[in-house]
């Protein structure tokens, strides 16, 4: 934590090197002296207390449309961001993203793309194997928990069928992901939308491919799929196929990571799950709450100025959902602070609520409980997260881990 932070005033640089590592501290106090803070470095407020998180994801004074943010800047026309912002499901009208979501919704479900287990087993399987046996440090992230999600995504959409450039793709996926974070450098913005020229006209030739010849696929299945009279047009199938790979990648590589590294922050626990794997799915939940999300989170934008918690809020201003807040709120979680697959996490946040709850959801569990489940195969007793060679990369404001250096041991 900042000096000013433990020094009695509430003063913190969202980004400071001490809090990325350890925010519990800080929010516990936050979550009881001043659970709607201003945070001057960003002007936003931080929303720490798990009822106000859960309160404010369908509150109607506020919304996720970004344009309603005072610091909104117009994407480039033409740019994937732009359409995001203007025609994305945080955009559109109520019942219209209501009807987009059941389409979407629909296809990822097996009516929509009938294979998707097996998909993701292929997928899991085909990155765990050469895991198996290894000694000395590996890159979970690296070799593991990065690339499974975006070829998961191109196998389900159909862009990346099994066969062609895993690599590529994933490659030209990671670029534009980036930029959808908020608080990253204009260059990184920039670099994602040349990238997002090439993904999108990959995303295209698939379109047209399918049309000729439909597969088992999200991109098939959304050419023909109807509610009511209302169909997805070819331009909107294009990006919200290459939203999805924002949406459901870095997420699921994140979570993937911490369901690993908590596992093995905790061993007898570990030891617990590989011997009984109908643990997995309460297991992975459980690494969710305990670890994903720190001091930040989702944000809303003030459609108008308002009171909130005795706090004025301003139009325009956003409010930042504390994830970590909220997964360790006393007041919900016995012993927040104790890692325990024991408990029931049915209400857990992690994947928002109401009318933008996570379409992913389920496809995204059940990768992590294949993740967690190939990784208890190949990870030896005794393996350990080596802290000191984690690599970070700065996109802006932001930071973020790029490696996940595990011991393997030496095979003895
Ligand atoms: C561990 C993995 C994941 C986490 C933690 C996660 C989390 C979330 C959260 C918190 C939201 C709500 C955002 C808000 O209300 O502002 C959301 C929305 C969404 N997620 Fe996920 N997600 C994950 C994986 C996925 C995957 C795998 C996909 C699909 C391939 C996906 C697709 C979406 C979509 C399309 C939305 C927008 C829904 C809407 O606006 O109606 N997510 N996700």
């Known amino acids: 934590m900042t000096a000013a932070a433990t020094e009695g005033s509430l003063d913190f640089r969202f980004d400071s ?38 309160e404010l994801f369908n509150d109607p004074r506020v919304t996720g449309d970004r344009r309603v943010w005072k610091y ?38 097996p009516r929509g793309v009938s294979t998707i287990d097996q998909k993701i087993k292929e997928v899991v399987d085909h990155f765990a194997k050469p895991l ?34 895993d690599r590529r793709f994933s490659q030209l996926a990671q670029e534009v992901i980036r930029g959808f974070f908020n608080y990253v450098d204009e260059e990184v913005r920039e670099r994602a939308d040349e990238n997002y020229v090439q993904l999108s006209a990959w995303v295209r030739e698939t379109v047209e491919a399918r049309k000729r010849e439909p597969k088992d696929d999200l991109i098939s299945y959304l050419l023909t799929a109807k509610d009511g009279d209302f ?48 643990l997995v799915p309460q297991a992975v939940l459980e690494c969710l709450r305990f670890a ?21 809020i301003q139009k325009g201003q956003a409010l930042m959902l504390s994830g970590g807040g909220a997964n360790r709120d006393p007041s919900v979680y016995d012993d927040p602070d104790t890692f325990d697959i024991d408990r029931d996490n049915s209400g857990i946040l992690v994947f928002g609520r109401g009318q933008h709850y996570c379409l992913g959801a389920n496809l995204a569990k059940a990768e992590l409980g294949a993740i967690m489940d190939a990784a208890l195969d190949f990870l030896p007793p005794g393996a350990h997260v080596v802290k000191e060679l984690i690599e970070t990369e700065s996109l802006g404001t932001f930071e973020r881990n790029k490696s996940c250096p595990v011991d393997f041991g030496d095979g003895r």
């Open 17 to 54: 090197p001490e809090l990325k590592k350890s925010p519990w501290a800080l929010l516990n106090r936050l979550r009881e002296e001043d659970p709607v803070h201003y945070v001057e470095q960003m002007d936003c407020w931080l929303v720490t207390r798990y009822d106000d998180v859960y």
């Open 231 to 278: 169909q997805l047009d070819e331009e909107s199938i294009v990006a919200q196929v290459s939203a999805m790979l924002a949406a459901g990648t870095e997420t699921t590589t994140s979570g993937g990571t911490l369901c690993i590294t908590t596992l093995l922050d905790h061993p007898e626990t570990l030891e617990r799950v590989r011997a009984n794997r109908s």
């Open 72 to 109: 909104y800047q117009r994407p480039k026309e033409g740019s994937l961001f732009r359409w995001v912002d203007d025609y994305g499901l945080m955009a559109l009208d109520r019942k219209t993203q209501a009807m987009q979501r059941r389409l979407i919704g629909g296809g990822l479900t």
């Open 132 to 165: 198996h046996g290894r000694t000395g440090i590996v890159d979970l992230m690296g070799e593991f928990t990065t690339p499974i999600p975006v070829v998961v995504v191109g196998h389900i959409t159909g862009v990346a069928a099994p066969g062609v450039d």
């Open 292 to 312: 994903f999300g720190g001091l930040g989170g989702t944000q809303r934008y003030a459609l108008d100025d308002f009171e909130y918690h005795g706090r004025k």
